[in-house]
């Protein structure tokens, strides 16, 4: 009724026998995730500085392209160039965005157990907080 398969499969169930891919152990696996939301949060950064340039965003930039570095092995995180897209960019959209993505990392950081990464993350995560505070508590 049915034809029996001739190859071998690809997914190997049997332990130990497979080993024509490569495997990344779970440290691994969460550096790649936490560079990740680390060189997304430095997009948004740069974004930022580009709108409205503080030392603050500065030094933050900085300190995420060393935390990227690190995490990738060496190889720094690609930075997009300041350029003027035509339009004004909505800086409390991208407070909540890096906000947001700081949150990840915080996640990743401390389930990694990455204390510097975490420090980063949280001290991020209340930078943009306390820019989108005055705005969206004020009275309309």
Known sequence: MYEPIRSKS???TMAGTSHDFPHRTREEELDIQLAGHL??????TDELRAAAPTADLDAAAERLAEQVT???????????????????????????????????A?????????????????????AHTAALRPRELAPR
């Open 106 to 126: 915080l996640v990743v950081a401390a389930s990694r157990a990455d204390t510097a990464a975490a420090i980063l993350a949280a001290e991020r995560m209340d």
């Open 39 to 44: 060189a997304a949060l430095l997009a948004v």
């Open 70 to 104: 690190r995490l990738r092995g060496g190889h720094a995180p690609a930075r997009a160039s300041v350029t003027t897209t035509g339009r004004e960019p909505n800086a409390q959209a991208l407070h909540r965005r890096a906000h947001t993505l700081a949150g990840r």
């Open 10 to 12: 690809v997914h190997s």
